[in-house]
């Protein structure tokens, strides 16, 4: 088995999480996975251990989903349906709206890297272990930035209320 195979082996299911977190969408998640270990294949040789594989593997999978949305013109926004779930009122309904898009403005007001972090614990059920072995930090540090960003996201929708 050759290096990049157990790379592939070894670390292509956590690729695959951390693309999805920042994706949200399987396929797409699946694709840049791939494209990913191409382009170690191809460039193996200026991996000069600095950092641990893994990481190294993340940083192109981020630049490949950089790459990506700019390529797309940015996000693909989910279409929101008028459906209502059985039994919620219209009132409800708007409600829960309101506090989803209050949310995710808070979100999108965070500052890198607590907004990737945030994205990676929620979207990605990464817990904090893997979130700093992917970022290259600790598990303490990436704990403190999601309790930081938390705060700050509360602060955020306490004004917009």
């Not at 693309?19 to 949200?24: A, C, E, F, G, P």
């Not at 995710?104 to 972090?117: G, K, N, S, T």
């Not at 272990?129 to 403190?144: C, D, F, P, V, Y």
């Amino acid at each position: 088995m050759n290096d990049i195979e157990r790379a592939y082996t070894a670390h292509a299911r956590d690729v695959y999480r951390y693309l999805l977190s920042l994706t949200h969408d399987e396929d797409l998640a699946e694709e840049l996975t791939q494209e990913t270990f191409f382009r170690a294949m191809r460039t193996m040789g200026s991996y000069d251990g600095s950092c641990r594989l893994s990481v190294w593997l993340c940083q192109i999978s981020r630049h490949l989903w950089y790459q990506w949305l700019e390529k797309h013109a940015r996000w693909k926004r989910a279409e929101l349906t008028e459906e209502l779930p059985g039994g919620e009122t219209p009132e409800r309904s708007v409600l829960l709206h309101m506090e989803k898009t209050a949310l995710y403005r808070a979100i999108h007001a965070l500052p890198e890297p607590m907004r990737e972090v945030v994205h990676m614990r929620l979207t990605g059920e990464f817990t904090f272990a893997e979130i700093g072995g992917i970022l290259g930090k600790s598990e303490n540090w990436a704990w403190t930035t999601f309790y930081r960003a938390k705060k700050k996201m509360i602060e955020e929708m306490e004004e917009w209320k």
